[in-house]
């Protein structure tokens, strides 16, 4: 009996939030928090048709808008949570979120690659479109002759 009235008080004195503290704390919109939960990240409990946030959705949703800043995907994310809640210690989650990292790390020097080659064209077009414009007008000649 001592046990059940201690872990009742210790839920009762549990920090809890209402969706519209969350998305005020984090800068996102109740319809946002209500995906993630359709999409089963976020579990609150119920008193009616309001929904209770406990701890646990907080740093919930304090990791998923984290993942989703590094460019995880919420499947990634999801696949996390469910190593984290099946897991009796840390290390798988943390290796595959180490693979998760390591592979966006990867996309974005790709990405990066690209840019860099695109702005190194825009540079030498910029510069040719530069020379002609100091030259006097010769490509407006050109392109006038060719269309007549």
């Known amino acids: 009996m001592l046990l059940r009235n201690m872990s009742t008080s210790l839920r009762h004195s549990e920090q809890t939030y209402s969706i519209s503290e969350l998305a005020q704390e984090f800068d996102v919109t109740p319809r946002a928090i209500r995906f993630y939960e359709d999409q089963g990240l ?4 119920r008193s009616g048709s309001r929904r209770i946030y406990a701890k646990r959705d907080y740093v919930r949703l304090k990791l998923i808008l984290r993942g989703k800043r590094l460019g995880l995907s919420l499947s ?3 696949a996390m949570f469910d190593l984290y809640d099946s897991a009796r210690d840390e290390k798988p989650q943390l290796a595959q979120f180490v693979a998760a990292l390591a592979e966006r790390r990867e996309q974005l020097e790709r990405q ?4 860099d080659e695109m702005l190194g064209e825009i540079a ?11 030259g006097g ?11 007549a």
């Open 42 to 45: 976020l579990a609150p409990q």
């Open 76 to 78: 990634e994310v999801a």
């Open 112 to 115: 990066r690659a690209d840019i």
């Open 124 to 134: 030498v077009f910029e510069a040719q479109s530069r020379k002609l414009l100091a």
């Open 137 to 147: 007008g010769k490509a407006g000649a050109k392109t006038r002759k060719t269309a």
